[in-house]
Every structure is written in structure tokens, then in C-alpha cells.
């Protein structure tokens, strides 16, 4: 569920600027703000550098949308939120206007208002969608030794297990049993 990818496909279709004097080398900067609509999972601000703006309500949005104008932007939320609240929440401006740019994530999207025609057409959903931050894809599933289910890697035919942690994966050693 890491919110890597989602962060990485924003970076790649933003209009990249400069940063302000002094900003670190490192961090990007976008022409579009990004929003995290409904959203407190932690990985938006920590991918996003603090740049991210926190929609956590109705009248965060409502500020939003009047601060906004007509500038495009982006937004992460949760699959569902997209076509529940938030396209019924949109303005007039922007109604039927919004769509999906990225989707490979497992619990999280990224969709940009208003859209182009390039945007549309270059949604980003060939591939089948990511277990987690690492890459793994999973095209097997068994278990472990310990009875717990492992993922078979296409790629490398390397094994992981789950562990404890519903989102942590960690790759298994052969003839190794992983906790």
C-alpha cells in the first residue's frame, strides 16, 4: 500500500519547476498543486516533502476550490472517495472534467483536474498493479512453512512472505523460513 508509485507517476506528469532560492538540490517541485483529498496515512507528506495539501473535510475542500480558481491540480485519495464524494463535490467548472492518471496502487489513485486530452490517453494501468514499495508482483501464491502466504516474483522467482504487518513483504532466502 506504499504510496511510492502513486507519488512518483505524479512527479513524472507535472509541470517540473525550480525551486525557491536555497531549497534543497534534491526535492521537486510542481507547477500543479497536489492535494491529499480525505486522506492521513502519512506517506503523502513524506513523499511529497511537506509540499502535499491536506483536504481533510468539506470545508478544507470548499477553501481549496475557492483558492484554486481554474489552475489544474492533482489529488491522491482512496479508490472509493473518487467516485463517491469527491465527483459529486466538484464545481460546476470541473464536473465530468477529472479522471484517473495512475491506478496501479492497490488502495490509492492519483487523478488530475481538469484533464487534456493527453491525460486521458495516457492513463498509466498497463501493468497489473504492485503488492508494495518494492515491486513485487505476485504470480503465484502458496505457503510458507509456517503456514503464512507467500507471492512468487515473476521477474526474479525470488519467494516472499507476509508478515505481521498487513503491508510489510520481505523477500525470503531459499530454504529459508521467513518470519
Known amino acids: ?6 507519488w ?13 532560492p536555497n531549497a534543497d538540490p534534491k526535492k521537486r517541485f510542481c507547477k500543479e498543486e497536489a492535494i491529499a483529498y480525505k486522506l492521513n496515512w502519512r506517506g503523502e507528506t513524506y513523499y511529497t516533502q511537506n ?3 491536506p483536504v481533510r473535510d468539506d470545508a478544507d475542500w470548499e477553501h481549496f476550490i475557492k483558492e484554486q480558481g481554474n489552475e489544474p491540480f492533482y489529488g491522491i485519495m482512496q479508490r472509493g472517495r473518487y467516485h463517491g464524494g469527491f465527483k459529486r463535490n466538484l464545481p460546476p467548472r470541473f464536473r465530468g472534467d477529472s479522471c484517473i492518471i495512475y491506478k ?9 483536474v481538469p484533464c487534456t486530452d493527453k491525460d ?43 508478515t505481521g504487518r498487513s503491508t510489510d513483504m520481505e523477500p525470503c532466502a531459499p530454504r ?4
Request: charged letters at 20%; one cysteine or more; glycine letters at 6%.
Open 104 to 112: 496501479e496502487n492497490i488502495k490509492f489513485i492519483l487523478i488530475k
Open 120 to 162: 486521458r490517453h495516457s492513463r498509466r494501468s498497463s501493468r497489473p498493479p504492485m503488492n508494495n514499495s518494492r515491486g513485487w508482483r505476485a504470480s503465484s501464491i502458496g505457503l510458507s512453512a509456517l503456514g503464512r502466504p507467500t507471492l512468487r516474483d515473476a521477474a526474479s522467482s525470488t519467494s516472499v512472505v507476509q
Open 51 to 53: 509540499e502535499v495539501i
Open 1 to 6: 500500500w506504499s504510496q511510492k508509485g502513486v
Open 8 to 20: 512518483d507517476a505524479y512527479y513524472s506528469a507535472c509541470s517540473r519547476v525550480e525551486g525557491p
Open 176 to 179: 529459508h523460513v521467513c518470519v
